[in-house]
């Protein structure tokens, strides 16, 4: 009922930059929180940023200062800059939405993730 699609990753320098985007479509009444999460190898998928349709963000420590989430209401997209880009940033990097659907109820998405390597 509702699809996102990740586009922006790719492979980068260390210290290099990457912008990520996450459009959302399908039964979309509205969208609540929108985020994006990331899932290196061998470990967990942890937060790395969110942003509620009222424009509030949050941060995961490691990246703030580095990452700077933001999100388009009317096109129902999320971005995330990435700047400073180091080896440990190597992940897939997942689209996370809360919607409430046209039939009023609620579901949580996600995207099918978007690699993102940094290396020289």
């Known amino acids: 009922q509702v699809q996102l699609v990740e586009s922006g990753g790719g492979l980068v320098q260390p210290g290099g930059s990457l912008r990520l985007s996450c459009a959302a479509s399908g039964s979309i009444f509205s969208i609540n929180d929108m985020g994006w999460y990331r899932q290196a190898p061998g470990k967990e998928r942890e937060l790395v940023a969110a942003v509620t349709s009222g424009g509030s963000t949050n941060y995961a420590d490691s990246m703030k200062g580095r990452f700077t989430i933001s999100r388009d209401n009317v096109k129902n997209t999320v971005y995330l800059q990435m700047n400073s880009l180091q080896p440990e940033d190597t992940a897939v990097y997942y689209c996370?939405?809360?919607?409430?659907?046209?039939?009023?109820?609620?579901?949580?998405?996600w995207g099918r993730g978007t690699l993102v390597t940094v290396s020289s």
């Open positions: 996370h939405a809360n919607v409430r659907l046209k039939s009023r109820s609620y579901v949580t998405v």
